[in-house]
C-alpha cells in the first residue's frame, strides 16, 4: 500500500483525503438518485418543453 500526503490547499477545510472519505461514507444519504453530470451544461444543451416551461431533457455530446 502506498500512501500519499496531498498539500492541505487541495482538500477542502485542511483535510487529508481519507478523513474526507470517512466523513463522506458516515454522511451518506440512505436513498440515492442516479444522475449525470454534464461538463458543458450551457443553455443550448438543454431541452425546454414549450408548454410547461420546464427541463425535458439534456443534449450529451
Not at 15 to 20: A, D, I, R
Amino acid at each position: 500500500m502506498v500512501s500519499v500526503r496531498w498539500p492541505l490547499a487541495l482538500v477542502g477545510g485542511g483535510q487529508l483525503p481519507g478523513s474526507l472519505v470517512a466523513e463522506l461514507l458516515a454522511t451518506r444519504p440512505a436513498g440515492e438518485d442516479f444522475v449525470v453530470c454534464h461538463g458543458d451544461l450551457a443553455t443550448q444543451n438543454v431541452l425546454i418543453d414549450p408548454e410547461t416551461l420546464t427541463a425535458s431533457g439534456v443534449l450529451l455530446r
